[in-house]
Structures are given as structure tokens and as C-alpha cells.
């Protein structure tokens, strides 16, 4: 299910990318006044009014498959990564290794190292 609204999420995207950069800038109409030609696709009108609904729809349609993207995600994540390798290093130790000491050892002092101050 994930992977089809990735699939969708990604069309949604290009999609989105094309339309927007198919409309006419504000600007436009200003370059045409002053001798400039205004070379549409969609003619002198334009089709601004179309373009705009499809930009607005597939931005409704990006933001939903978004939302649900990071709903998804957070519904498959539990835990943190640090909790699983931790979980998978106690799975891979051997049954049988000997435990830790409950007291560990004191280290023995450097040979060259001088003696502690006395207190």
C-alpha cells in the first residue's frame, strides 16, 4: 500500500512541477505592451483558469499523500535503531559465553609511574 502511494506521491510530484511552470508569469502581459510578443500555448487567453484548477488539485492530492506518508512512517518505525542493534548484538552472542564479573578487577599501576601522593 506504501509503495503505490510513493508511486502516486512521485507522479503527484513531476505533475505538479510541469503545471506550474506551463502558466503564464504576472509579468507577462507587461512584456507584450511594450512591442514583446506574448507566446502562449494556450493562446491569448490563456488557459490560466484550467491550469490553475489542476495546480490546485494535484496540490491537495501531494499534500494528502504527504500526510499520509508520515503517518505511515511513524506507524511502521517503533522503537529506535539504537534499541535494535542492541536487541540483534544479545540475539547474535552465543548462549553459552561466561558473564562479565560483578566486580571488576582493579587495574595494576604503570611500571615508570610515579607513586600516588601521599594522603
Known sequence: MVSIIVGVHALVCVSLVIVVLLQQGKGADIGAVFGGSSQTVFGSSGAGNFLTKLTSGLAVVFFAT??????????????????????AQRSA??????????????????????APAPK
Open 93 to 114: 552472542m552465543p548462549q553459552n559465553a561466561p558473564k562479565p564479573a560483578s566486580n571488576p578487577a582493579i587495574p595494576a599501576p604503570l611500571p615508570n609511574a610515579p
Open 66 to 87: 504527504s500526510i499520509f506518508l508520515a503517518y505511515a512512517s511513524t506507524r511502521r518505525a517503533t522503537g529506535s535503531l539504537l534499541e535494535r542493534s542492541r536487541a
